[in-house]
């Protein structure tokens, strides 16, 4: 009899039954995001909204359809089903943004799409002291090269944070800190992009040579073997190493992109702001996830969650919602790896809500905002100690094990740990270079 878990299956197998990607399937991936393509083509266009709601389902079954169904064949390969995962999830939530709003999706100064209104003063929040203005829109050289329906359509999928238009309003954008004159702030870009693929490198590396951690089939970060000092430590470590290299990461793959904007696109250097604002200077959990952290998938988690929360609870909903939002985002993808599903991934951030409503209750009992010294060790309690079984779940089904850089071209295994091996040997520390080998 046919199930809905049937129907469940036949659109994400289990992960044995995932179709190995080989060169011929591209294609067919490719394929699976044309409507994906025509939603966005729709959503800048005025009155489609019934046309967009009836696409809806097709969008989100040939988006979860495909790219659920390949996987990256091979040991060590998680980390890159996790991004099929995560790149799958936030395609369906653009698709839905983009469905649900019967205007369709606008730019700041828009009534229609494409339609400016006669007058409008509104523009995305920024960081910069003193408000300073909007980001200029990027050079129109790409505008005048491609149709307007495919250019219409390119510049609304690659929008994450929605600078510019309406969906991003009162999002915090880091201040800029490169020259924005071209040369100087694609030299400036590489550099960073380096420095973050070196710490990236280094992390992973440090993780690999964690027993049970480093292998693909996974290994708990909190070591039995180990006295409780000692594995706490190392936990601790561990967790701290794999936030590192996750802030890192995403650092790197956003200069990549700013690269390719700004040197290939001839997008103007100032609407590629930084995409990262120090989070490890936090001092409250506001400052934190509202500012701090990246913000690229802000409206992927309010339409998995935040705006259900909203709408049976108003704004305590929305940031309940919001934060369930993104804990159900991070597990769907983690189930990328192959290794089922670990419902701690969604209490984690879930939990991030009421912590937060605990800063808004001491702020208004007390008269003075989270911050200073003690605000930050309240940020490193809530992020580094109970964030710990957060990582233990995702390096216990094979996280650590994944390649994220290829060994082939690690400065760091091919450099820095030979070198740190033959060092110790040297000192007669054995059991140190043992550790490293």
Wanted: glycine share 10%.
């Amino acid at each position: 009899m046919f199930s809905i878990h049937h129907l469940y299956r036949t659109i994400i197998p289990y992960p044995e039954d995932r179709i190995p990607i080989e060169r011929r399937h591209a294609l067919r991936l490719l394929v699976a995001l044309l409507p994906m393509m025509y939603m966005a083509y729709l959503a800048r266009r005025p009155d489609t909204f019934l046309l967009r709601i009836m696409l809806l389902p097709l969008v989100v079954l040939s988006v979860l359809g495909t790219f659920f169904r390949f996987a990256v064949d091979g040991v060590g390969y998680g980390p890159n089903n996790w991004g099929l995962a995560s790149f799958a999830l936030v395609n369906v939530a653009k698709a839905i943004d983009y469905a649900w709003r019967p205007e369709g999706m606008l730019k700041i100064g828009e009534e229609k799409p494409g339609v400016l209104a006669k007058s409008s003063h509104k523009r995305n929040g920024n960081a910069h002291a003193g408000g300073a203005g909007p980001f200029p829109a990027p050079s129109s050289v790409w505008q005048r090269r491609l149709p307007a329906w495919m250019y219409d359509s390119l510049e609304l999928l690659l929008t994450n944070r929605g600078i510019g238009w309406k969906f991003g309003v009162g999002m915090h954008v880091p201040k800029e800190h490169r020259f924005l004159e071209r040369s100087a702030f694609l030299s400036e870009t590489l550099a960073s992009c380096f420095h973050s693929f070196l710490i990236v490198d280094a992390c992973e590396a440090f993780i690999k040579l964690v027993p049970g951690v480093k292998s693909p089939e996974g290994g708990s970060i909190f070591r039995p073997e180990l006295p409780i000092p000692q594995r706490y430590i190392l936990s601790t470590t561990v967790h701290i190493a794999t936030g590192s290299a996750i802030g890192a990461g995403f650092e790197m793959c956003y200069d990549l992109s700013t690269l390719i904007g700004v040197g290939l696109f001839s997008n103007e250097p100032s609407s590629w702001p930084p995409v990262m604002d120090h989070p490890w200077l936090s001092d409250s959990l506001h400052v934190f996830w509202a500012k701090r952290w990246h913000q690229l998938l802000r409206e992927t988690f309010f339409v998995f969650g935040g705006f259900f929360g909203g709408l049976t609870a108003g704004n305590v909903g929305t940031v309940f919602g919001t934060f369930i939002g993104s804990g159900l985002f991070h597990e769907c993808s983690a189930y990328g790896l192959g290794h089922g599903f670990d419902p701690y991934v969604i209490f984690f951030f879930a939990l991030q809500a009421p912590l937060l409503i605990l800063e808004r209750v001491w702020t208004r009992t007390t008269g003075h905002r989270v911050k200073g010294i003690c605000g930050r060790l309240w940020v490193y309690f809530c992020v580094v100690i109970l964030g710990q079984p957060l990582v233990d779940s995702w390096h216990r089904r094979g996280f650590g094990g994944g390649h994220i850089v290829d060994p082939r071209i690690s400065p760091t295994r091919l450099l820095l740990i030979p070198f740190l091996r033959w060092f110790t040997e040297f000192l007669g520390l054995h059991s140190v270079s043992v550790l490293l080998g």
